[in-house]
T-cell receptor, first 114, second 114 residues
Framework: AQTVTQSQPEMSVQEAETVTLSCTYD???????LFWYKQPPSRQMILVIR??????QNATENRFSVNFQKAAKSFSLKISDSQLGDAAMYFC???????????FGQGTILTVHP | DTGVSQDPRHKITKRGQNVTFRCDPI?????LYWYRQTLGQGPEFLTY????????KSRLLSDRFSAERPKGSFSTLEIQRTEQGDSAMYLC????????????FGPGTRLTVL
């Protein structure tokens, strides 16, 4: 079974600064996908970024980028130039190529200070 | 392109009552997923459909839970004889080829069982 671990229950960052959220996972699969989702308070889950495990190049979406270390089974999210609107719960998730479901971590609450 | 919609957004019921939730996926998305999320936790997979076929059910989905997607479009999730432990946010997501791995979530239905 796959597991996803987010070891930082809470993180905080000053506006315009950079923050990195950690995620590790465990799987015996060689081909899979990894995701970061953002869930603002009382609002729906939004896809932030997606990484295909067979691609060595780290995914980037504007201010959001990942550091994907397949051998270490690590998938961290870097948010640059943090904005107040980035404040949310962030979930790391694993998806297999032959699985329908996503396996989520416990989440990290990100607070952005003005 | 409208997103995933769920109805109702909130449901308060008394223990022992039956409840039914509806999910409308993004148009032409052939996969539809149900998750349950308790406060401060990541979503947990319940079940998913490809078109009208229910392909996987979690062990979390007890006999009191049933899901359908009769015409391969919208889906319903019914909980019979609700218990206080059923109180949670029920999330629906959908996906489609070529990136069936990438799931888009609805706003959720928050269930409170008194």
């Amino acid at each position: 079974a796959q597991t996803v671990t987010q070891s930082q229950p809470e993180m905080s960052v000053q506006e315009a600064e950079t923050v990195t959220l950690s995620c590790t996972y465990d799987t015996s699969e060689s081909d899979y996908y990894l995701f970061w989702y953002k869930q603002p308070p009382s609002r729906q889950m939004i896809l932030v970024i997606r990484q295909e495990a067979y691609k060595q190049q780290n995914a980037t979406e504007n201010r959001f980028s990942v550091n994907f270390q397949k051998a270490a089974k690590s998938f961290s999210l870097k948010i640059s130039d943090s904005q107040l609107g980035d404040a949310a719960m962030y979930f790391c998730a694993w998806g297999g190529t032959s699985y329908g479901k996503l396996t989520f971590g416990q989440g990290t609450i990100l607070t952005v200070h003005p | 392109d409208t997103g995933v919609s769920q109805d109702p957004r909130h449901k308060i019921t008394k223990r022992g009552q039956n409840v039914t939730f509806r999910c409308d996926p993004i148009s032409e998305h052939n996969r539809l997923y149900w998750y349950r999320q308790t406060l401060g936790q990541g979503p947990e997979f319940l079940t998913y459909f490809q078109n009208e076929a229910q392909l996987e059910k979690s062990r979390l989905l007890s006999d009191r839970f049933s899901a359908e997607r009769p015409k391969g479009s919208f889906s319903t999730l019914e909980i019979q004889r609700t218990e206080q432990g059923d109180s949670a946010m029920y999330l629906c997501a959908s996906s489609s080829p070529p990136n069936t791995d990438t799931q888009y979530f609805g706003p959720g239905t928050r269930l409170t069982v008194l």
